[in-house]
């Protein structure tokens, strides 16, 4: 069996204020082909197919075109919900799809496998949406699961429980934070809340290949755990990643080998450092003019409407920073590093606070106090 392992599409989302969708519908259209191509028999989509909870009505387009070309190029798919995505919005239009498209966005389903025989016998396909502790541990009130450690502990506790029951081979699906990966700082939506929340890869001993989603950068924490990563670019800090998926394929042992397949890059991203003047100026910035620009100018005072000037030069100049050398704060780190370093809501408070209070952030205690009022902010958020 030939397994396709892509992730966090995040259809919908914006590139500094630029629409993405045709990008993207190029890039998905490359990977049908590579489905055909490669004779694929199921594409996973581990988590974050949208971007928002509330996705516009060109993104169920795009996600409808996409899931029917896959289709049409001979696989099966198993799509799981991610913590971009409204698991009630996602799964509600998957009674309507054709047959052959899984959607699982169910808690209680994360135990339950769907199967799917080749010529070696069955693969059991564990789907587990994303889990937020604090919505879904009233379905499993026998655990105590007040971390995404705990939780995805938990349901692979229910995969393998269920596997023992079952002869043949087996996939999990998961999208989470696990220990030991390279995260892009402002660029996955944080889903920690320290190291208790880091999913230990002792948490996904069982299955013969462990497809994750959430981090944007091809990852891997082993030969059978493996991050895919996001097919575009979504933020500079990705620049240097590839884009692509994983090409699985299955033998009657269980899990036979692992490729990477690219995908393809619409238009490459760079950063560019220097004055203004150089900047408008140098030629060695010349091959960079049809990139997706980031453009930091460190001129000691700010200049007039440099937004304006570089895209003359740069037409696709997305993002102005003004970063003057030898400028810094009492820690080394100016306040809008800080903001931008920050993982979570949690130290984007704390950011804040250091600001205003002479490098003094927040204690333990109003740690604590923010967490309870982000987790009740989750819990608000999803019941709207």
């Known amino acids: ?101 899984h959607v699982v966005t169910a808690p209680l389903s994360a135990g339950t496998p769907i199967t799917i025989d080749d010529d070696h016998g069955a693969v059991h396909f564990y789907g587990i949406p994303f889990l937020e502790p604090a919505l879904v541990r009233h379905l499993w009130p026998e655990a105590e699961l007040r971390s995404q450690r705990a939780t995805i502990e938990h349901v692979m506790g229910l995969v393998r429980a269920d596997l023992a029951g079952r002869s043949g081979r087996s996939v999990a699906i998961a999208h989470c934070f696990a220990a030991g990966v390279d995260s892009t700082p402002g660029v996955e939506r944080e889903i920690r809340q320290g190291s208790l929340d880091m999913v230990p890869l002792s948490a996904f001993d069982g299955p013969d290949y462990v497809a994750l989603g959430h981090i944007h950068g091809r990852q891997q924490l082993s030969e059978r755990v493996r991050y895919a990563g996001a ?60 990139s997706w620009v980031c453009a930091q ?27 003057p050398e030898g400028v810094r704060g009492p820690d080394g780190s100016t306040y809008s590093r800080r903001v931008r370093a920050a993982r979570n809501d949690v130290e984007l408070v704390d950011a804040f606070l250091a600001h205003v209070r002479d490098g003094e952030g927040a204690s333990e205690d109003e740690i604590a106090v923010l967490r309870d009022v982000i987790d009740e902010r989750s819990l608000v958020e999803a019941s709207a």
């Open 1 to 101: 069996m030939r397994i396709l392992h892509t992730s966090d599409w995040h259809i919908g989302r914006s590139f500094h204020g630029h629409a993405t969708l045709d990008a993207l519908r190029g890039v998905l259209e490359t990977l049908a082909a590579q489905v055909r191509d490669n004779d694929v028999d199921v594409v996973i989509v581990a988590g974050d197919v949208f971007d928002s909870a509330a996705p516009a009505a060109a993104c169920y387009t795009l996600l409808s075109d996409a899931l029917r070309a896959l289709s049409d190029s001979g696989a099966r798919i198993i799509v799981t919900s991610g913590n971009h995505d409204s698991a009630a919005r996602l799964g509600f239009q998957s009674a309507l799809l054709r047959e052959g498209i």
């Open 231 to 290: 097919p575009l670019h979504y933020s500079f800090g990705e620049a240097d990643k590839p884009r692509g998926s994983w090409l699985v394929e299955l033998d009657s042992a269980g899990l036979a080998s692992v490729a990477w397949l690219d995908l393809p890059v619409p238009r490459p991203l760079t950063t560019v450092r220097g004055s203004l003047d150089e900047l408008l100026n140098d030629a060695r910035f010349s091959e960079h003019e049809d």
């Open 297 to 323: 100018y460190t001129d000691a005072t700010p200049q007039l409407d440099p937004m304006r000037r570089l895209q003359a030069r740069f037409a696709f100049c997305a993002t102005v920073m003004h970063t």
